[in-house]
Each structure stands twice: as structure tokens, then as C-alpha cells.
């Protein structure tokens, strides 16, 4: 599933509450917000399990081009805002969300129109550096580089780990998409800890934001007498 920008912090809003709402069930047993998020996830699996995806252009980015046969043309380009860049003979080309293999195809293309089987070096000078998101019931909520290959597990130990309002079992990875909208996969992270096998923990991608819910058992703690807790709550049915 995908959500613009626009619609992101409502969406997180909702599965916070959608969350608290069904106190322990499991991601397989939630209601029909969570459960569209999971049958979207499940299309979109092969793209949250990737490990080393190319860097995408970004607004403000910028590159050099190196033309081998005609050096005046020769240019440093900064993405605009609109995602558009301004090239020296040809005008402007949408580039915003392109692999570097991507882009130099498309200036290939682009250059084709006034020389002849043209050869360009595109060359990254100033980018975004990587970067991750945690949010909702983790010790350190905030924003993190992405220095390399991370988990999903190794995000939230990153984070300070879950905290004693969390719900584990059903924190969702929001990954922001080409188009400029975001795909949310749901994750049982409880479980994937439960059974000692990460081979199933997905890698981040740069921009991605994890979001852990409050648990339901959270709201009614305080209602419960401290001496009681340890006699009838385990700490792990949450």
C-alpha cells in the first residue's frame, strides 16, 4: 500500500489506535487498517527485503557530467525543487528518483537530439546523506544515519530499544516510494525475536521511518495495583 506525504502522520495516528484497540491479537487476527497494510506488504515484499539499493536523486542534489568527445558541454546541475534539471543545449529533463544508471541514460538520451552516440560520465558531487527514522514507543525516538547495512532489530537497539509501552509485535516500516508516495509494511518483531532466526529481518533503505505502537495493555497499566502486577502480568503477553 502507498500513502502521499500529506496523508502519513493520519495513517500513523491510525495504526496507533487501531493497535491499542486490539489489545494482545496477533497481526494475522487485526482489523481491516492493519490488515490492508499487510496485504499490501506482501506484494511489495521483494522491494522491503532488498539489502544494497542504488542511491536515488533527490531535490537539491547535485552531479557532474563529463562529456568525453565534446568537454564544452561539460557541467556541474543541482536538482531544482521541482525535480527538474537544466542542461546546457537540451532544457530541462525531469530527473528526481533516478539511479545514477538511470540518470545517465536519460542525459544520453536527452543529448542524443544534438550529437551523435554521445559519451557522458555522471558523477554524484553533493547528496543527502543516508538516514533512518524511529518513532513511537522506542528509548530514543529521532532521526539516525544509515551508514550501512541495518536491520530492522539493529534500527530499534539503535534507537535504545523498544520501551516498556510498546508493542513489538506490530511496528510498522514506512518506506517512501519513486512517485512521492509511501509503502508501509506491518512487522511482528516480537515474534522474529521469539524464534532466534533474523533471516527474515528486513534491511532499511534511506528515508525509511520505523513506527512502534503503544501497546493496549500500556493504557491500563497504571490503573493496576503495583503488587498485583507481578502476581498476575507477565511482561511478555504485551
Do not use: C, W
Amino acid at each position: 500500500m502507498k500513502y502521499p506525504l500529506f496523508a502519513l502522520v493520519a495513517l500513523i495516528a491510525t495504526v496507533a489506535i487501531t493497535a491499542a484497540a486490539q489489545g494482545t491479537a496477533t497481526p494475522a487476527a487485526t482489523g481491516p487498517s492493519s490488515s490492508s497494510i499487510v496485504a499490501a506488504s506482501t506484494n511489495a515484499a521483494q522491494g522491503f527485503q532488498e539489502r544494497s539499493p542504488r542511491y536515488r536523486l533527490r531535490k537539491g542534489d547535485s552531479f557532474d557530467l563529463d562529456f568525453a568527445l565534446s568537454p564544452e558541454f561539460n557541467q556541474t546541475v543541482a536538482v531544482q525543487p521541482d525535480g527538474y534539471v537544466t542542461l546546457k543545449g537540451v532544457g530541462s529533463i525531469l530527473v528526481e528518483s533516478q539511479t545514477v544508471p538511470e540518470l545517465t541514460e536519460t542525459v544520453k538520451t536527452a543529448y542524443a537530439k544534438i550529437l551523435h552516440d554521445p559519451i557522458i560520465t555522471v558523477a554524484l558531487k553533493d547528496f543527502d546523506k543516508p538516514y533512518f527514522i524511529a518513532a513511537g514507543q522506542v528509548a530514543k525516538p529521532g532521526k539516525y544515519d544509515l551508514r550501512g547495512p541495518l536491520t530492522v532489530t539493529e534500527a530499534v537497539a539503535i534507537a535504545g530499544g523498544f520501551n516498556e509501552n510498546a508493542k513489538h509485535s506490530q511496528v510498522v516500516l514506512f518506506r517512501p516510494a519513486p512517485n512521492g508516495m509511501f509503502e508501509a509494511k506491518l512487522l511482528n518483531v516480537k515474534k522474529l525475536l521469539a524464534s532466534r532466526n533474523l533471516s527474515e529481518d528486513v534491511y532499511l533503505q534511506p528515508g525509511d521511518m520505523l513506527y512502534v505502537p503503544q501497546s493496549a495493555f500500556s493504557h491500563i497499566r497504571r490503573y493496576i495495583p503495583t503488587s498485583s502486577m507481578g502476581a498476575y502480568v507477565s511482561p511478555l503477553v504485551y
